[in-house]
């Protein structure tokens, strides 16, 4: 799995909740331009991720705690473990060929019709679609669903932020 973190902009506060952003619309998208179609095509996860506010790190509401999140986890890896137990060299659903994708992450219409408006709306890649495809299955095995719905689609459709038309402007 690929691994990228950058700013969204040379000053570091496009599309910050508190502090305003100090560059031009122009200047954003040039920065932006530098991080390549088929490199970002090649990271599964995209995401923004803003400074947590004193409010909320001072709130008394609770969250999942990360031994819950930890057996979810742990959960959903021996499900790939089983799944992938009869093919060699693979351990999990990033792994999977694109012949192994389309047996393990079968789409009911419902999904697959999301799944198409993204493709169409995002104007995304075949490699995206196969990344939303295993980023979906892998949401699903964390809530232990059997099949994709059409929730973990939308959920992974999400996580590719940086696709998403007029992001950056």
């Not at 991080?35 to 506010?53: Q, W, Y």
């Not at 992938?84 to 079968?106: C, D, E, P, T, W």
Request: hydrophobic fraction near 35%; proline fraction near 3%.
């Amino acid at each position: 799995m690929w691994k990228k973190a950058t700013h969204q902009c040379p000053c570091g506060y496009f599309n910050h909740p508190e502090r305003s952003c100090s560059c031009g619309p122009g200047m954003v998208q040039r920065y932006m331009r530098k991080i390549s179609g088929p490199l970002l095509d090649r990271i599964d996860l995209h995401i923004e991720v803003t400074p947590v506010s004193h409010q909320e790190l001072t709130s008394l509401s609770t969250s999942e705690s990360s031994n819950k999140i930890r057996e979810r986890v742990i959960a959903a890896r021996n499900i790939q473990k089983q799944r992938f137990a009869r093919h060699k060299g693979i351990y999990n659903n990033a792994q999977m060929h694109a012949s192994l994708l389309k047996k393990v992450a079968q789409l009911d219409a419902d999904c697959a019709d999301l799944l198409k408006r993204a493709m169409q709306t995002l104007h995304l890649s075949a490699r995206a679609y196969d990344r939303i495809l295993k980023v979906s299955r892998t949401i699903a095995d964390l809530a232990q669903s059997e099949k994709i719905q059409s929730d973990h689609i939308a959920e992974a459709i999400h996580f590719r932020s940086l696709d998403r038309e007029n992001y950056w402007i």
